[in-house]
């Protein structure tokens, strides 16, 4: 009995030895896995051509737009095109009654007929030296007056017969056939949509930018439409503001875009992408960086390998990297990853990375 109960405390004894060891091998492993997830790397900035977007808000309008009212009041008798319908210039779009203007015009018709016979008699009777040449000259006059109310009356006829004034898209119909309209009554609005002006506001700063940039007819434009997807024309810069907006520190933009297809139409809106390319720019990846009350810093290894703080000037950002515009060169080396495990002072351990590899990872419009 005292055998046995001696054997099962050497095998309790046993058990516990084994069960130990994989615990510390575990522990083994998770320190080594904790070092290599926090390695530092170090790489340095460097010289590329890339493509700088700036992207803007933007109100796409028609090169066109238009509101068609009444020229006259009276009954609406016909309507001759529908919502969303494209006509060509000229199409007659609605008809407003023209009793009265009828009524109107032949009156002065008649009036002008008998002028002009008065006319003709007169002019006879003064080549037989019955009437004077100032007789005459007021028989004709009287005629005159007589022929501009009938083309008075007329255009006040044709006022009610509108057309389409160019070829364009018919928008919202306001009245309905038999409505009674007044003067001045919108019937429709028409947007000529074959060329769309596209508006949006650049900063002071981006607007010097552009002016002072050589190649600025070479700024490439796109549209990116609601749906995240890009317009398959592109656009040019068709027109500058004269004056900036006090308020907002901003001036407006208009980019014209060709619309073959009328996908655009007038009220949308979207985000104007302008691409230009930028030659031998000094960059580096975001993630390099951090902030400390708005000002951006990278870490910097020195020949010594001690680390120490230093800030910069960003005068681009793409998706991945920073354009650095001062407090860098390609000669230094600046941490990578580990950020947060080094001190500004102090000497560190690192692998150092080629830029070509970890540019080579990073998204970003390079040529």
Not at 32 to 53: C, R
Not at 121 to 146: D, G, I, P, T, Y
Not at 196 to 217: G, H, I, T
Request: with cysteine.
């Amino acid at each position: 009995m005292r055998a046995f109960f001696s054997l099962a405390v050497c095998c309790v004894m046993v058990g516990g030895c084994h069960t130990a060891e994989p615990a510390h091998e575990e522990h083994a492993e998770h320190e080594a896995g904790h070092e290599a997830e926090h390695k530092i790397l170090v790489t340095s900035p460097m010289e590329k051509d890339v493509i700088n977007t700036q992207q803007y808000v933007c109100q796409i309008h028609s090169r066109r737009h238009i509101e068609i009212r009444a020229l006259e009041g009276g009954y609406l008798e016909e309507i001759h095109v529908r919502e969303g319908q494209t006509v060509e210039a000229g199409t007659p779009m609605f008809k407003i009654v023209p009793v009265l203007y009828k009524a109107k015009l032949d009156t002065e018709a008649a009036e002008a007929k008998v002028a002009q016979i008065e006319y003709d008699n007169a002019e006879r009777l003064f080549k037989q030296n019955v009437v004077s040449e100032q007789e005459l000259a007021l028989v004709k006059a009287k005629l005159a007056k007589a022929q501009a109310k009938v083309s008075l009356a007329q255009a006040e006829l044709d006022f009610t017969n509108l057309t389409a004034p160019f070829t364009g898209i018919v928008g919202k119909q306001y009245e309905q056939q038999g409505s009674l309209v007044e003067e001045g009554d919108i019937l429709s609005t028409f947007s000529d949509n074959e060329v769309m002006w596209v508006y949006f506001n650049l900063p002071e700063a981006r607007y010097l930018e552009y002016m002072q940039d050589d190649d600025k007819d070479d700024v490439e434009i796109e549209l990116m439409l609601a749906d995240h997807t890009k317009f398959k024309s592109r656009g040019k810069i068709g027109a500058i503001e004269a004056d900036f907006n006090n308020t907002t520190g901003n001036i407006a933009f208009r980019a014209d875009f060709p619309n073959p297809d009328r996908l655009l139409r007038h009220g949308q809106t979207g985000t104007i992408l302008m691409h230009r390319e930028v030659d031998d720019a000094l960059v580096i990846p975001q993630r390099a960086t951090y902030e400390i009350l708005a000002k951006r810093y990278v870490y910097v290894v020195d020949k010594d390998d001690v680390v120490h703080q230093r800030d910069i000037t960003v005068k681009a950002e793409m998706d991945d990297i920073f354009v650095i515009e001062s407090g860098l060169s390609e000669d230094d080396k600046i941490v990578l990853e580990g950020i947060r495990q080094v001190r500004d002072g102090e000497k560190a351990e690192f692998e150092y990375v080629e830029p070509d590899e970890v540019f080579k990872k990073l998204k970003f419009h390079a040529e």
